[in-house]
C-alpha cells in the first residue's frame, strides 16, 4: 500500500550540485511535475468533442505535443531509478533483494493500473489488461534490472538492439492470418499478439481489436526508459562540470532527435505503435527538455517559478491515480443535463458553471481542463507543504 512519508525542505540557497551528489535533482522533479500537469490537462478537457488540436494525439503516423506526454514519463521514469539504485548498485548489496524491492514496485505500479481499470464495476470479464500504468511499472521493473545487471557500454548496446529488433518484428515478420508485415491498427504484429495473449475483451475498450500499450510495444517503451537510465549515469559522472555536463546532453539529444527523424520514412513515428523513430524522436526531445531544466534549476540556480511543478512533480503518480478514480466516481452520479440530457456529475458542473462562459466551445473545454489543474495544484501545494510525500 502506499505510504507517506515526510519530505526534507528545500535548502534556503542553492545546495550543491545534484550531479556530482547522490542527492535529489531539482530540475528532475520540476520536469516530472510538468509532465504530470500536461497528462492531467490533455485527459480531463471540458468536452471531448471540442478539443484544440496540440492537445490530442495524432490520429496514426505523426507526433503532437500530447504525444510526448508518456514517452517523457516514462524517460523520467529511467532517471529516477538510477538515482534510487546506483547507491545500492555501487556499494555491492546482494542482487536478490533489490531485485525483489523493484519487483514489488513494480507490481504495485501494475496492480495500481489495473485497480483503475476496474473501477466501479470491477468486471472482470471486460477489464483492460494493460494501460499507462501497467507499462509503467513494466518498464520500471524491466529497466531497473538491466541498469543493476549491467555497465552503460551493455545498456546502449540493449537500446540499439531493441529498436533494431522491434523495427525488425513489425516490418518484416508476417503476420499470422494476413501473410505479410503490416503496420496498420489493427493488422500489426503487436495487435495480432495482443488479441492471440490478452484476448480481445481485455483490450482498450475504444476498440477492442488492439491495445496502445500492448505486449510487444513494450519492448521499445524500455527502450525510452533506458534513454534516461543513460541520461542520469551521465549526469552523475565526477566529471566534466555541470555546465558542459548539460552541454553534452543538448548533443545527445539533437542526434537522438536527427536520427529519429531521418528513420521517420521507413518507419513512421508512431506513437500506438511506439515505433523505434519515436522512440528516438521523443526520446531526443525528452533529453533536451532535462537539459534546459538541469541547466536552469541545478547548475544556475534558477527555481522561484517551480513551486506549482515541484508540488505536482513529488506526487505524481498519486495525482494521476486519484484523478482518474475521482473521474470514474463522479461519472456514477447522473444529473439531468441543460439540454435535458443525463450527464455525469462532472459534466453537469462543466455544462452549468464553466461552458456559458465562453463563445467558443473549444476555450471553454481548455478552460474546464484548466480548473482541474488549479484545484489538484492547490490540494498537491497542501500536501508537499506538510512533508506529505505518498511513494508506492
Not at 488549479?374 to 508506492?392: N, P, T
Request: proline share 8%; charged share 10%; with cysteine.
Amino acid at each position: 500500500m502506499p505510504t507517506a512519508t515526510p519530505l526534507a525542505p528545500a535548502p534556503a540557497g542553492p545546495p550543491p550540485l545534484a550531479a556530482t551528489t547522490p542527492g535529489r535533482l531539482i530540475s528532475l522533479d520540476v520536469f516530472r511535475g510538468l509532465t504530470v500537469m500536461a497528462m492531467i490537462l490533455v485527459n480531463n478537457p471540458g468536452d471531448w468533442g471540442h478539443i484544440y488540436p496540440p492537445l490530442e494525439h495524432a490520429e496514426w503516423n505523426g507526433c503532437t505535443p500530447t504525444d510526448l506526454i508518456f514517452p517523457f514519463f516514462l524517460f523520467i521514469v529511467g532517471v529516477s531509478l538510477v538515482y534510487a539504485l546506483d547507491g545500492p548498485k555501487r556499494r555491492g548489496e546482494p542482487l536478490g533483494p533489490v531485485l525483489a524491492r523493484v519487483a514489488r514496485r513494480g507490481a504495485v505500479l501494475f496492480g495500481l493500473g489495473l485497480l483503475l481499470s476496474l473501477y466501479p464495476k470491477f468486471d472482470f470479464s471486460t477489464v483492460r489488461i494493460l494501460g499507462v500504468l501497467q507499462r509503467i511499472g513494466l518498464v520500471f521493473f524491466g529497466c531497473s534490472a538491466i541498469f543493476l545487471t549491467t555497465s552503460w557500454r551493455t545498456q546502449l548496446a540493449l537500446l540499439g538492439a531493441l529498436l533494431v529488433g522491434y523495427a525488425v518484428l513489425l516490418q518484416l515478420v508476417p503476420v499470422p492470418g494476413l501473410g505479410h508485415a503490416s503496420l496498420e491498427p489493427e493488422t500489426n504484429l503487436g495487435a495480432w499478439l495482443d488479441r492471440l495473449v490478452l484476448t480481445v475483451p481485455h483490450l482498450w475498450k475504444t476498440s477492442r481489436t488492439w491495445d496502445p500499450e500492448g505486449l510487444l510495444g513494450t519492448l521499445p517503451a524500455l527502450g525510452t526508459g533506458l534513454l534516461g537510465v543513460l541520461a542520469a549515469q551521465w549526469l552523475r559522472r565526477p566529471a566534466p562540470e555541470p555546465a558542459a555536463k548539460a552541454a553534452w546532453l543538448f548533443v545527445a539529444a539533437a542526434a537522438a532527435i536527427l536520427m529519429g527523424l531521418i528513420w521517420n520514412p521507413w518507419f513512421p513515428i508512431n506513437k500506438a505503435l511506439w515505433s523505434s523513430s519515436y522512440v528516438l524522436y521523443a526520446g531526443g526531445l525528452a533529453l533536451a527538455t532535462l537539459a534546459a531544466f538541469y541547466w536552469l534549476c541545478d547548475v544556475q540556480g534558477y527555481r522561484r517559478w517551480t513551486g506549482p511543478a515541484m508540488d505536482y512533480g513529488v506526487n505524481a503518480i498519486t495525482v494521476f491515480f486519484l484523478s482518474g478514480i475521482l473521474s470514474r466516481t463522479f461519472g456514477m452520479f447522473k444529473l439531468a443535463g441543460p439540454q435535458g440530457n443525463v450527464v455525469g456529475l462532472k459534466e453537469w458542473l462543466y455544462e452549468r458553471g464553466i461552458a456559458p462562459l465562453f463563445a467558443d466551445p473549444r476555450n471553454a473545454s481548455l478552460a474546464g481542463a484548466l480548473v482541474l489543474l488549479l484545484i489538484w495544484w492547490g490540494i498537491l501545494h497542501w500536501m508537499r507543504k506538510r512533508g506529505v510525500v505518498v511513494k508506492v
